[in-house]
């Protein structure tokens, strides 16, 4: 009996995790830059939370969560990283230490989704969430931040979308218009938005159905239903994204998929690689009631994430250089001890080192080492020992020359320095990013 990997969930092979190591990196060092720090909450939470923050009429809660029971509890794997962290944040009464609190998150979120090349069941996503900033400044300045980092991370091509959801009064006049609007036609909308008429209008500017789209088309939009303190909002972040020279197009039907946002909702979409139909890269906006509703006190909150496979594909093969790749063939048990020696102080010079303790002869193992991708190879037999010397073969020059077994490492990334100088570029094994 074989199996397979469970539906819309990806096996990610070590050829393939040097890309993702890479865009991590890139996710980390620039959102540290602006001054956020990592939470990491569990994969499962109360299937309530969810239901609670993200809406019991959204698709995600509706139809997508997986969800199970264990006890007399109802637990469920998260579909996203907001609710979590804002039931992290409440828990831990971090608004009672820090005026601002800025978080990030990255690892596996859970939709039963279909699958299609973009979309998946278990996929990744990297965020953050700031708590107690009210915004605009801060919306625009995330935006910005996220144009940063995509363009750090090789993907070309964005279109940034803006919209206002507006508070809770703007949220309910808009809603009784889009009402207003829809119920004459009702008979024309798919059963799906027809059911969500009376519960959830506003999902209906989510429909895919392309019927749906055509009647949307033609609806009000919250854009002219916006508050004075919205509309006040909504125009403040529009000048400091124009004070930052950062382009964007203003959409009024982007409503995004979850119940909890309010004012300020974004999205960056790429038409660039193979993204296909799944072409939005991130997404995330404000959600001032949530921290309150969770039990904590009134503080605003924005958000995003944006989903590292699509970074991926987006990317194309925009390839990191590989570390510098080096091997040891020792020929014998003391030249294997002096070479366990050497392959550390080169790691710890940034080196990747593989040593070969298969045995066999010279002409086997430098073979190998040809075969496996390495610059060069370091020979350390006995009679180079006793001289105190070791032999370096540059397996691409086929060129040989003797070295001094104690000035070896120093001298090996010298010379991979030369011949692969963009690979010398990576930090040192252990070293900070
Ligand atoms: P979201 O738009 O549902 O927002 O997801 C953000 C990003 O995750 C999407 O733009 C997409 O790149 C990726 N993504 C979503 N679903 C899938 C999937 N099934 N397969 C692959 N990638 C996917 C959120 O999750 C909000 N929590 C964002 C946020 C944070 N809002 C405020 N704070």
């Given at each position: 009996m074989q199996f397979r990997s469970v539906k819309g969930m990806n096996d990610i092979l070590p050829e393939e995790i040097r890309r993702w190591h890479g865009l991590e990196q890139t996710f980390r060092r620039i959102v540290e830059l602006y001054g956020y720090a990592e939470v990491r909450t569990p994969l499962?939470?109360?299937t309530a939370l969810f239901v609670r923050s993200i809406g019991e009429t959204t698709d995600v809660v509706e139809k997508e969560m997986f969800t199970f029971e264990r006890g007399k509890e109802s637990l469920t794997m998260?579909?996203?990283?907001t609710a979590g962290a804002a039931r992290a944040y409440v828990e831990a009464a971090v608004h009672a230490r820090e005026p601002v609190t800025r978080w990030y998150y990255a690892g596996p979120m859970f939709r039963a989704e279909q699958p299609q090349r973009g979309r998946y069941r278990q996929f990744y996503q990297a965020g953050c969430e700031v708590f107690g900033d009210p915004g605009p400044i801060c919306d625009a300045e995330m935006i910005d931040m996220l144009v940063l980092f995509l363009r750090e991370a090789g993907v070309v091509e964005l279109e940034v979308v803006v919209n206002s959801m507006g508070g809770s009064t703007t949220r309910e006049r808009y809603r009784a218009a889009l009402v207003e609007y829809l119920r004459p036609r009702a008979s024309e909308l798919s059963e799906h938005s027809r059911r969500r008429?009376?519960?959830?209008?506003?999902?209906?500017?989510?429909?895919?159905d392309e019927h749906d789209r055509a009647l949307i088309s033609g609806a009000p939009t919250i854009l002219d239903h916006l508050e004075d303190d919205d509309r006040r909002h909504f125009d403040g972040l529009r000048r400091a994204l124009d004070a930052l020279g950062t382009s964007y197009t203003v959409e009024p039907?982007?409503?995004?998929?979850?119940?909890?946002?309010?004012r300020t909702l974004f999205e960056i979409r790429s038409?660039?690689?193979?993204?296909g139909t799944q072409n939005a890269l991130l997404g995330g906006g404000r959600y001032d009631g949530m921290i309150k509703s969770l039990g904590g006190p009134q503080v605003p909150a924005i958000g995003f994430a944006v989903g590292l496979e699509r970074i991926l594909l987006a990317a194309g093969e925009h390839e990191r250089s590989p570390l510098p790749f080096c091997c040891i063939a020792p020929i014998g048990e003391r030249a294997a001890h002096a070479g366990l020696r050497l392959a550390r102080g080169l790691r710890e010079r940034g080196v990747r080192v593989e040593l070969?303790?298969?045995?066999?002869?010279l002409k086997s193992m430098l073979r190998r080492a040809d075969s496996s991708g390495a610059r060069l190879c370091i020979v350390v037999g006995d009679a180079e020992l006793e001289r105190g010397v070791v032999q370096l073969k540059d397996l691409a020059l086929h060129a040989q020359h003797e070295l001094p077994l104690d000035a070896a490492a120093e001298h090996v990334v010298e010379r991979l320095r030369a011949v692969e100088p963009a690979a010398m570029h990576e930090p040192p094994v252990g070293g900070a990013d």
């Open positions: 499962l939470e109360q998260r579909p996203e990283g008429l009376e519960v959830n209008p506003l999902r209906i500017l989510d429909s895919k039907s982007l409503v995004r998929g979850f119940d909890y946002y309010t038409q660039a690689g193979e993204l070969d303790g298969r045995g066999g002869s």
